[in-house]
C-alpha cells in the first residue's frame, strides 16, 4: 500500500514486443467481436469518456507524395489505455513490391504512463477501418434498401479487408464492381474475389464512373491525395457512399449528399473531401451527423439521396483493437516480453 496515497503501489509493467503474426493470428475469424469493440468505442468518444487530440503529419518538401502519422490517443471504459499509432504512408512502395503503408502502435498503461506493448500495427489499422466501414455500412442502411451490388475503386490492403467485414458480418452482394487505377491490380483482386468464392458474379470496370453507377454500395479505398471524381450525376442513383480514403470527392459531390463523419473536427481538416467542402461554403451545414449520433439514434440519415460516410480514422480505434490483441496474446501465455527494457525502473534521488 502506498502510504501517500493508501492505493495500492504502482508497478512498471514487462514490455512485450508483438508481430504481425501475432496480431493476424490474434484477429482471424473475430471480425463480429470486432465490429460490435467499435461500435463500443465511438460511443465511448461520444460520451466524452476518451481523449482523442489532433493527427499530427509529418510531410517532406522532397517527397510531397509521402506522409507519417502520429494517432495519439486516450480511451477510458473497462479496458482504459493510452498510446499512439504512428503509421507511414509511401505510396511508391508499391512499385517496388512492398506494401505502400508501415505502422506501430505503443500501448501505455494508464496508471504509470509506461509503455507496456509495441504492436506490428498496419493490420490493427486496416481491421479498426474495415470495421469501422463494415458497422456504417450496416447502420447507414437500415433505413433504405439493403445494397445487393457493392463497388470497390481501390483494390489494397484496406479494400480487400473491408470485403472480408462485409462478409463475416452478414453482407451477401448479387454483383461485386472492382476498379483499379492500375488495370493489373484490379484484375488481381477480382481474380482472389472469384478464388474466395465469394458471394455474387464480380465485375472489373475499366472506369470509376461505370463501376459508381452500377453499384449502390461504393467503397472508396484509395491512395488519392486530391478529388478526382467530380461529377455528381454519377451518384443521381441515390447509393450509400464509404469514403473511407476521404480525398477522392470533390466537394460538389458532397454538397448534392447527405454526409456522416465519424468525428466532425478531425475529418474537416488536412484538405479532405469534407475539409475542401467546408472551406468551399464557409460553414459545416452540410454535415447531417456523426456515426455516433446515428448509433445512438439522435440522427436519421435521410434514405432518398447519396449519403456518404467519411471517416477520418480515430486514434481510439486502434488502441481498442491493439488492446484486443494484446489481451488476447497476454491471455495465451505467448507474450514476446523483452527483459530489463527500462534500464533503472526505481526512482532516483
Known amino acids: 500500500m502506498n502510504p501517500a496515497t493508501g492505493s495500492a503501489p504502482i508497478e512498471v509493467p514487462p514490455f512485450a514486443v508483438i508481430s504481425g503474426a501475432q496480431v493476424h493470428d490474434a484477429l482471424r475469424g473475430k471480425e463480429n467481436e470486432i465490429v460490435e469493440l467499435v461500435e463500443r ?11 482523442n487530440p489532433p493527427s499530427y503529419f509529418l510531410r517532406f518538401p522532397d517527397r510531397p507524395t509521402d506522409r507519417i502519422i502520429a494517432l495519439p490517443a486516450s480511451i477510458g ?21 512492398i506494401a505502400r503503408a508501415s505502422a506501430v502502435l505503443i500501448l501505455n498503461a494508464h496508471d504509470s504512463g509506461y509503455p507496456f506493448a509495441c504492436l506490428e500495427s498496419s493490420i490493427i489499422s486496416a481491421t479498426r477501418t474495415a470495421a469501422s466501414a463494415a458497422l456504417a455500412a450496416d447502420r447507414l442502411s437500415r433505413d433504405r434498401p439493403r445494397p445487393t451490388r457493392v463497388g470497390f475503386v481501390g483494390t489494397g490492403l484496406i479494400a480487400r479487408h473491408i470485403h472480408a467485414f462485409l462478409e463475416a458480418t452478414g453482407w451477401s452482394f448479387e454483383r461485386i464492381g472492382v476498379h483499379d487505377r492500375s488495370p493489373e491490380r484490379a484484375a488481381e483482386f477480382g481474380a482472389d474475389l472469384e478464388r474466395s468464392g465469394t458471394s455474387g458474379s464480380v ?24 478529388p478526382h471524381i467530380d461529377d455528381p450525376d454519377w451518384f443521381g442513383h441515390g447509393p450509400l457512399v464509404l469514403h473511407v480514403s476521404l480525398r477522392d470527392l470533390a466537394p460538389e459531390i458532397l454538397l448534392s449528399s447527405a454526409n456522416i463523419v465519424d468525428d466532425v473536427d478531425h475529418c474537416l481538416k488536412a484538405e479532405t473531401s469534407p475539409h475542401l467542402a467546408e472551406q468551399r461554403t464557409g460553414g459545416r451545414e452540410f454535415l447531417t451527423g456523426t456515426l455516433d449520433e446515428v448509433l445512438t439514434g439522435r440522427v436519421r440519415p435521410p434514405a432518398d439521396r447519396t449519403l456518404i460516410f467519411s471517416p477520418f480514422g480515430l486514434g481510439v480505434l486502434d488502441l481498442a483493437v491493439g488492446k484486443y490483441v494484446y489481451d488476447r496474446i497476454a491471455g495465451s501465455g505467448a507474450l514476446h516480453v523483452i527483459d530489463d527494457f527500462f534500464p533503472e525502473p526505481r526512482r532516483q534521488g
Request: proline residues 2%.
Open 77 to 97: 471504459g473497462a479496458g482504459r489505455v493510452d498510446g499512439l499509432k504512428w503509421i507511414s504512408s509511401f505510396p511508391g512502395n508499391i512499385a517496388s513490391g
Open 41 to 51: 468505442t465511438y460511443r465511448l468518444h461520444g460520451a466524452g469518456d476518451s481523449v
Open 203 to 226: 465485375v472489373v470496370h475499366d472506369s470509376a464512373e461505370r463501376l459508381i453507377r452500377a453499384s449502390d454500395l461504393v467503397v472508396f479505398a484509395t491512395v488519392a491525395g486530391k
